[in-house]
Structures are given as C-alpha cells and as structure tokens.
T-cell receptor, first 116, second 115 residues
Framework: NAGVTQTPKFQVLKTGQSMTLQCAQD?????MYWYRQDPGMGLRLIYY???????DKGEVPNGYNVSRLNKREFSLRLESAAPSQTSVYFC???????????????FGPGTRLTVL | SQKIEQNSEALNIQEGKTATLTCNYT??????LQWYRQDPGRGPVFLLL?????KEKRKERLKVTFDTTLKQSLFHITASQPADSATYLC??????????????FGKGTHLIIQP
C-alpha cells in the first residue's frame, strides 16, 4: 500500500516550457488535491477534484490545468512555466464523505520544481 | 477575509518539557480543526482532529484543545523528545468553499526540541 505517490521528485524547467506532474493514490479515495508550498506562504490549494470526472479551482489556479484521469490519478499541468511557479507541489487525497464531514488528507512526498 | 495564524517564529523547547503550539483563526466557523506534522522534504502527515463540539482530544503524548469562543486551538506535546522536532500545521475546513472541497492550512510553527 503505497498511499499517495508523485512523480517526478525534482524538476528544473526553463521559462516557457511545459510539464505535467503526476499523482496517484491507492486508497480508493474520492477526492484529490494539488497544493503548492512556498516559504512564508504555507500550503495553498491550486485545484481539487471531489470525485472522478470533476475538477474545481482552488485558491491559486492561474497558470495550471488539471486532469482527473480516473479515480486513482490526478495530474497537474503547467502549460508555460514561469519563475513564479517555482515551488514545492504536493498532491493529497481524502475519502471525503460530503458536506462538512471531516476531511483528513493524505499527502504525497512532493515535487520540487524550479523554473529558471 | 478568513485568516489562520500560527506563530511563525521557531519554538525552542527543552527535551522533557511540554511544547504548546497555538492556532488562531478569524472569520471562520469551522466544523472541525486538524493538526498535521511536516518534516523537512516530506509531505504533511495527519495527527489529530477535533470537532467544534469537543473541547479536548488526546492521542498518546499529544493533546489538542479547541475553543470556538476564543477562536483558538492549542496543540500540546508532553514529555517532548528531539524526534518531535518538525513543523506543525493547523488546518480548518473551508467555509467559503462549502466545506466539501478541502482544507485551509496555517503557515505552520517550526518546533525544535533541544536535548
């Protein structure tokens, strides 16, 4: 049981390049999330998917796109990377039973992205 | 706007003492509050959850209190050990997003337990 896995672990891009960050979970969770973490800013939600086939914007969605490929996988795409997107990206998943039921999240190990 | 505040300065505690971390929030009415631990280079790991109708929750050496009047949660680690050194994040369900779409995290407090 691997939990939440992310690839790659590290990536360096040049401004304008594109890339996709991959995330997969094996806990049969309904909901998945993408966060970025910057020094002094904490974790900020980029996009989330409450269930397979649905995605919604979080706090900081500009410059990103997502795909919920199936129940297991949720990818994050940077179409034209900018230095401001240098960050650590975390994927998370949760069972989420709806409404305001507790939403304990399980995080992956993160992807450290540098945009030059 | 909604705001979660955690002490941004590192907290230095001597081994064996109780460490107390604070999470304050404004413009929120959370149904529950969670605490996570994050080690350098790793993702956050869930520790404890406390609901709005609970005053206190315990798990081994950890204790969390939740005061909805003061809009504050305290996170205690008793008999602290150097292995408890990490960043601790508090998180609340997001009322703005309807509570069904994730958590909003504080920036975290870096705890250092000195031998």
């Amino acid at each position: 049981n691997a939990g939440v896995t992310q690839t790659p672990k590290f990536q360096v891009l040049k401004t304008g390049q594109s890339m996709t960050l991959q995330c997969a979970q094996d806990m049969n969770h309904n909901s998945m999330y993408w966060y970025r973490q910057d020094p002094g800013m904490g974790l900020r939600l980029i996009y989330y998917s409450a269930s397979e086939g649905t995605t919604d914007k979080g706090e900081v969605p500009n410059g990103y796109n997502v795909s919920r490929l199936n129940k297991r996988e949720f990818s994050l795409r940077l179409e034209s990377a900018a230095p401001s997107q240098t960050s650590v990206y975390f994927c998370a998943s949760s069972e989420l039973r709806g409404g305001r039921a507790p939403d304990t999240q399980y995080f992956g190990p993160g992807t450290r992205l540098t945009v030059l | 706007s909604q705001k979660i505040e955690q002490n941004s300065e590192a907290l230095n505690i001597q081994e064996g003492k109780t460490a107390t971390l604070t999470c304050n929030y404004t413009n929120y009415s959370p149904a529950y509050l969670q605490w996570y631990r994050q080690d350098p280079g790793r993702g956050p790991v869930f520790l404890l959850l406390i609901r709005e109708n609970e005053k206190e929750k315990r798990k081994e050496r950890l204790k969390v209190t939740f005061d909805t009047t003061l809009k504050q949660s305290l996170f205690h680690i008793t008999a602290s050990q150097p292995a408890d050194s990490a960043t601790y994040l508090c998180a609340l369900d997001s009322v703005v997003r309807g509570g069904a779409d994730g958590l909003t995290f504080g920036k975290g407090t870096h705890l250092i337990i000195q031998p």
